[in-house]
């Protein structure tokens, strides 16, 4: 891992230490904010363009101090300075009690395009618009609630499946055109015309049982996408439903490959998306 994880605490949280970021390094975020925001004008979802407008970010890396004030007034959730990745249990425990772990680090210059782990401006750009959505915040954390049961019942695979296709490369339609909310498009710029705009590429209705058993990669454009209706369907999606029967089901048979249909399943149909014939 790249993070120095040698001040962190119990809980993995570390100072954010705002004076250690070099003036190259803001300057970068400007450019890697410039890029992402012009292109989420066009693609990225209501919901995302509001809280960027509130949290008001585009100059520097973000002070989470600052931010944390905006957050709170809107949704109670906070930020706290982590090294990076960090265990499942404390993660969970995070979101469970309202606080979004957030990468300190900015990723290198010849880096801009593309990085597996998060950082700064994956974490801080693609996540944290969506937590003053007072939805989306209920929905992370009941997701973050749901953590001990997958991890008791041996189906965490399952449930960091769900995570993926919503928190990290969700879709919503919103007046007949797909836009993203998930971080992991809005802080890629390949992946945010691709996932939006691809003829090509499969595009389901979003179903918790279903994404719950398909697999994905970490390391190219996702091959299937799941398209929610609005935000209020994430949150019914998690409280309505009992995981414990469908972890028993499906917890020990392989997935279903990433790009796979199975048979009878209708793809999400009104793919209309907002790349018209004439703005390229
Ligand atoms: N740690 N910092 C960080 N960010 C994540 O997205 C993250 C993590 N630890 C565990 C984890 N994600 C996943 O295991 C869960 O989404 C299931
Ligand atoms: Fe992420």
Redesign the pocket.
């Given at each position: 891992m790249r993070g120095d994880y040698t001040r962190a605490d119990a809980d993995?949280i570390v100072p954010q230490d705002r004076a250690s970021y070099t003036p190259a390094m803001h300057d970068r975020w400007r450019r890697l904010h410039a890029r992402q925001r012009a292109l989420a004008e066009r693609d990225a979802a209501s919901a995302v363009l509001a809280g960027l407008d509130r949290l008001d970010c585009a100059a520097a890396i973000p002070d989470f101090r600052a931010a944390n004030r905006i957050i709170g007034d809107a949704t109670g959730w906070q930020l706290v300075a982590?090294p990076?990745?960090?265990?499942?249990e404390?993660?969970?425990a995070h979101l469970a009690a309202r606080r979004f772990?957030?990468?300190r680090w900015l990723r290198e210059e010849h880096e801009l395009d593309y990085l597996v782990e998060?950082d700064v401006f994956h974490?801080f750009f693609g996540?944290v618009p969506m937590l003053l959505d007072p939805r989306f915040a209920d929905f992370l954390q009941a997701?973050g609630r749901a953590?001990e049961r997958a991890m008791a019942m041996d189906a965490?695979p399952m449930?960091?499946r769900l995570?993926?296709y919503t928190?990290?490369f969700g879709l919503i339609a919103e007046g007949g055109k797909l836009k993203a909310y998930g971080a992991g498009i809005l802080s890629s710029a390949g992946e945010t015309v691709f996932s939006t705009a691809d003829p090509q590429v499969l595009r389901l209705p979003f179903d918790p049982a279903r994404i719950m058993r398909t697999d994905y990669g970490i390391d190219a454009f996702q091959r299937c996408y799941f398209v929610i209706e609005s935000m209020e369907q994430l949150v019914d999606g998690l409280v309505s439903l009992d995981f414990g029967p469908i972890y028993e089901a499906w917890r020990h048979e392989p997935p279903i490959p990433a790009g796979a249909l199975l048979p009878g399943e209708a793809l999400w149909a009104n793919a209309i998306s907002d790349h018209g014939r004439n703005d390229g």
């Open positions: 993995y982590v990076g990745f960090i265990p499942d404390t993660f969970f772990p957030v990468t998060p974490d996540h997701y953590g965490l449930l960091a995570y993926w928190v990290e």
